[in-house]
């Protein structure tokens, strides 16, 4: 049955509160791999899947395929069509969620204990054996060309693809996941099955099982519900070089509020300087009022609702980056602040006070993220999708603890670069000019 | 609103609570009232060492005086800006420097503020809050500067979004008299003017222990909470002067009303039906439970009546869906919308659903359809004790909109009951164009498709 049964007990202290998780590894006669959290008080249980690659795994000239084929997993499945399934489902009081990205493809589900095996195998046939009916593919793909058209005529839309238009070059994350109107138009169903058989492999997907069943029980789900899916995949993407320059992009857009996008190279958590980094993020913009960002931009100035950064680790690239919205008269106002921010923490870099306030905040934080069944899932499917090991919960915060005022103060120096920014307006910006 | 983020207004699923066989949401819950009239109501959950307070009160923007609109919101914006014992900006720094996350957000009925921390850190969570339910400071500074927030909050949420445009259009028609028909965060015009003194009658006509519902959830007892209750709210005096929630009721509505808003930026057109409707009411929560099986029905998801209809039988939309509000302290909406398949009218669209309503009424009801669905209620008294922060929401919302504990805990029971005929009944009732609102959301690029 079960290979091997791994428990690792995880003490996460946050003050004196002490919240316990035992997370087991177990893998499936079949040979797949998850990990379970059983928790028998409620009778439910919380699966979340994700296969890497996800959008990115688009064939040259699909564009939206991936996410398309996303859409069209719940919509029939051999002689149901999608109304029949959506019926079984609601039946079952059972919910599937499928769901693409530009790192990977999620599938998650929530299912009673009473009505499991019936609830495991209808999802089993959307993932397995989708119909893909020319009448589905129709229908979907006009939902998705009238996201696509709505998505043109956004403000914060059109401000993140053109960023990463130019962020990103050639890779797949220059453009948006759910293609073009010509791309998505041009699809045909051979094109999803070859998506779906390109995305949907066994050997690629962390899985995360929070509820009430045991290894046991988990380990049969498993194979049944995965163990015909092919293996391999496309090959994934190649890490991508930011092809940013320094400057401001303005595109013209009739709107009272101008949306700002902004970014620079950033770093992602297989750094040694990534635990250092995320405080100084925190303390820069993540967030909270506490952000220095929050309080000069909106606390002192009145110029926003909200001003954020951020640490983007994507699986192919990293990014440090942000975004605000201030009416067009006073965006200009809004831009000059947060560079002077940017260079001001990179120039003096933090306080000690500052630093131990955010290491407070994010230890503290952390364990009260671990809150419900779905929730706890989707964190051990990020975890096993990051490659992180089945205890970081348990060492965490002890990372966090460890960062020292020069370190931080070093990565500030090192890692921000206030003349590498990139600002993308959108709106009608008064007194402010573009810069290439 | 909710102060931080670009959410909409708080809506409250129908589906929610309990029913059957073994432990029921209600066996979670405990409420009491403390001496000076403030309710309280206690959701155990023991499995992780967190608690959710927040504290309701009973006062949002429909209980705004004319002219004032915002108000409710602005004051929330507000409460953050300290009192003698916790300086400006300090609530929210104590309350993350304690590795807790907290916010507030404002509706029609209610202004709730809310904080999720570890279980030890709850009395100085009580301690803030019932500091600023009566020490609050204010001066024409923070006035100033936050009235410029809430301005950006508008354009953003709003002014920069031609659905939300046009909801605020459609809405403004449906109520003749309510004050529901203005906009949570307020009109500009007005808003520009909102000043401290106006805020602080806000705050002190409303901000009382009588006036407001406690709810903590997560890793607590009764016992403790009431304690701590009566140490650090029980001590605040009651407002002897609060006045009776008495607002502009709707007259009879006797007209048929058409929004036609056209924006340059809307790339999808879509059509909208909004009908006054009953909410649920104290010991007469029936008619509201009806209309929220006949809401899913219609519009839920993909086995929904109208996207039956609509999307896979003629072809003619790519979305439709109807929803209805259950849960408000005066007359609430029921809803339905269509948006257009490549190539269909507004007219068309709205004619087809115009057809499908009439449809449904003659059809009368798919008795497994309704079986599918109150096996989702009877789900949801599994899945929502997975989510106490999302119980808290629902009873502080249904408390602050004139339920009651008993309401709240008999409401699965009644969607159980809800027969057939009293779902046609209910339909034939509210889906009356006198009492309705037809909007088309347009692009003025073009004048028709």
């Known amino acids: ?436 | 609103m909710l102060r931080r983020f670009a959410v909409g207004a708080l809506t409250l699923t129908a589906l929610t609570t309990p029913a059957i066989a073994q432990q029921t949401v209600s066996d979670l819950v405990t409420d009491f009232t403390l001496d000076n009239g403030m309710q309280v109501v206690v959701i155990e959950d023991h499995r992780a060492p967190v608690v959710v307070q927040m504290v309701w009160y009973r006062a949002g923007s429909a209980d705004e005086k004319p002219g004032v609109s915002g108000i409710a919101h602005f004051l929330e914006h507000l409460m953050f800006k300290g009192t003698d014992s916790f300086g400006p900006g300090k609530f929210s720094a104590t309350v993350a420097a304690n590795g807790g996350t907290d916010n507030a957000f404002t509706n029609y009925d209610f202004t709730a503020y809310h904080q999720r921390v570890a279980a030890d850190r709850l009395p100085l969570m009580m301690e803030m809050e019932a500091d600023r339910m009566t020490h609050l400071n204010l001066d024409e500074d923070a006035i100033k500067t936050e009235r410029q927030v809430i301005l950006e909050e508008r354009s953003m949420r709003t002014d920069s979004n031609p659905q939300a445009l046009f909801g605020e259009q459609t809405r403004a028609a449906q109520y003749l008299n309510h004050h529901y028909g203005i906009p949570v965060i307020g009109w500009r015009h007005e808003m520009e003017q909102l000043n401290l003194q106006e805020a602080e009658d806000f705050y002190k006509m409303y901000y009382a222990p009588n006036n407001a519902t406690l709810v903590v959830a997560g890793d607590v007892t009764p016992d403790e909470v009431h304690k701590l209750a009566d140490q650090y709210y029980g001590v605040i005096p009651a407002n002897p002067d609060l006045p009776d929630r008495v607002r502009p009721q709707e007259p009879e509505q006797r007209a048929e009303r058409r929004v036609i808003f056209k924006d340059a930026r809307v790339a999808q057109p879509y059509v909208s039906r909004t009908y006054l409707a009953p909410e649920r009411d104290h010991d007469d929560q029936k008619p509201a439970a009806a209309l929220v099986m006949l809401a899913q029905l219609l519009g839920g998801g993909q086995s929904g009546y109208l996207t039956d209809k609509l999307v896979f039988e003629k072809k003619i939309a790519t979305y439709t869906s109807a929803f209805y509000n259950d849960t408000s302290l005066d007359d609430t909406n029921f809803g339905v919308y269509a948006v257009p398949a490549p190539g269909v009218s507004l007219e068309d669209a709205e004619a087809a659903l115009d057809d499908a309503l009439a449809s449904f009424i003659k059809d009368g009801v798919d008795p497994a359809a309704l079986e599918r669905i109150k096996m989702q209620v009877r789900a949801s008294q599994v899945y929502d004790r997975d989510d106490v922060a999302g119980l808290a929401q629902m009873y502080g919302a249904a408390l602050s909109q004139g339920l009651t504990v008993s309401d709240i805990q008999a409401w699965p029971e009644i969607l159980q009951e809800v027969q057939p005929d009293d779902i046609i009944a209910a339909a034939k009732q509210v889906l009356n164009k006198d009492h309705a609102v037809t909007g088309y959301l347009m692009s003025d690029k073009e004048v028709t498709q």
């Open chain 1, 1 to 436: 049955m079960i290979r091997f049964v791994l428990p690792v007990v995880l003490a996460l202290s946050a003050f004196q509160a002490h919240a316990e998780i035992k997370i087991q590894q177990v893998t499936s006669p079949g040979g797949i791999s998850a990990w379970l959290v059983e928790e028998h008080s409620i009778p439910f249980t919380a699966l979340d899947m994700r296969f890497a690659g996800g959008a990115a795994l688009d064939e040259a000239g699909k564009r939206g395929a991936t996410y398309l084929m996303s859409g069209l997993l719940e919509e029939g499945t051999g002689d149901m069509d999608a109304r029949d399934f959506a019926k079984a489902e609601d039946a079952l009081a059972a919910s599937y969620g499928y769901s693409a990205n530009s790192d990977s493809m999620s599938i998650s589900a929530r299912f009673l204990s009473e009505n499991r095996d019936e609830a495991v195998d209808l999802l089993r046939r959307s993932i397995v054996e989708p119909t893909f009916s020319e009448d589905a593919i129709a229908r979907v793909k006009d939902q998705v060309l009238s996201g696509i058209r709505a998505d043109a005529e956004d403000p914060s839309s059109i401000a993140s693809s053109k960023f990463d238009a130019l962020a990103y070059g050639d890779h797949p994350y220059a453009t948006a996941i759910e293609g073009t109107e010509d791309s998505v138009a041009a699809l045909t169903r051979d094109d999803l099955m070859t998506a779906k058989n390109n995305v949907l492999v066994k050997d690629r997907v962390s899985i995360a099982a929070v509820g009430d069943i045991t290894p046991e029980q988990l380990g049969t789900l498993l194979d049944s519900l995965l163990g015909a899916l092919p293996t391999g995949g496309a090959p994934l993407p190649q890490t991508v070089d930011l092809s940013l320059t320094p400057g401001v992009t303005i595109v013209p857009y009739d709107t009272p509020q101008a949306q700002v996008v902004w970014g620079q190279k950033g770093l992602g958590m297989e750094d040694p300087d990534f635990f250092a980094a995320y405080l100084l993020n925190t303390i820069l913009g993540g967030g909270g009022f506490e952000s220095r960002l929050m309080h000069e931009v909106r606390e002192k100035r009145g110029l926003t609702y909200g001003v954020y950064s951020y640490l983007a680790d994507r699986d192919f690239a990293d990014l440090w980056g942000g975004s605000v919205a201030s009416a067009n008269d006073r965006v200009a106002e809004s831009i000059s602040v947060i560079r002077d921010e940017w260079a001001r923490i990179a120039k003096d870099g933090v306080t000690e006070e500052e630093l131990d306030s955010a290491k407070k905040y994010l230890t503290g934080a952390y364990p009260l993220r671990f809150d419900g069944n779905g929730t706890i899932a989707s964190i051990l499917v990020g975890m096993q999708h990051d490659n992180m090991p089945i205890d970081y919960p348990a060492t965490r915060n002890d990372k966090v603890n460890a960062v020292t005022l020069e370190e931080i103060n070093r990565v500030a120096r090192e890692r921000l670069h206030p003349d590498q920014l990139r600002f993308v307006v959108v709106g009608k910006p008064v007194g402010l000019d573009p810069v290439n």
